[in-house]
């Protein structure tokens, strides 16, 4: 497996087992003082850096990885009143809204990396600056 491949997953694995265990666990999330459903930025901030990864080092995945993503929101949303915690289909469309920003901020950020030039720094070299100070 190549190493994108490699660090997408990982990536993914690891925010999908944060997700998990904040979602699945009788405890609540601060609520956020500018309005009631403020919950829902926690979903999409949660479900867009789960797929992030994937639009970012494997876009070619993502006809994989959307379905994949959405079923398992869908799953905790299913799971959440058998641990304590409330089931909610907003819950689960807020979850779809993070998979499209992260999708679109994955992407974007592969193409700003994809076009940034390979090897130069804004700052100029030593050497050229030695050249360049005594004149």
Do not use: C
Not at 36 to 52: N, P, S
Not at 70 to 82: V, W
Not at 86 to 93: A, G, M, Q
């Amino acid at each position: 497996m190549a190493s994108r491949s490699i660090l997408a997953l990982g990536l993914s694995l690891v925010v999908a087992a944060v997700i998990a265990f904040l979602t699945l666990t009788p405890i609540s999330a601060p609520q956020l003082q500018s309005f009631q459903e403020g919950d829902k930025i926690y979903h999409a901030i949660a479900f867009a850096g789960l797929v992030l990864p994937v639009a970012l080092f494997r876009p070619d995945r993502l006809l994989v990885a959307i379905p994949v993503h959405a079923a398992f929101g869908g799953l905790i949303e299913i799971i959440q009143p058998f641990v304590g915690r409330e089931r909610s289909f907003h819950d689960w469309i807020a979850d779809l809204v993070g998979i499209g920003i992260g999708i679109g901020v994955g992407l974007a950020l592969a193409v700003i990396l994809r076009n940034a030039p390979a090897g130069r720094s804004s700052r100029p070299s030593s050497s050229s600056w030695v050249s360049t100070r005594g004149r």
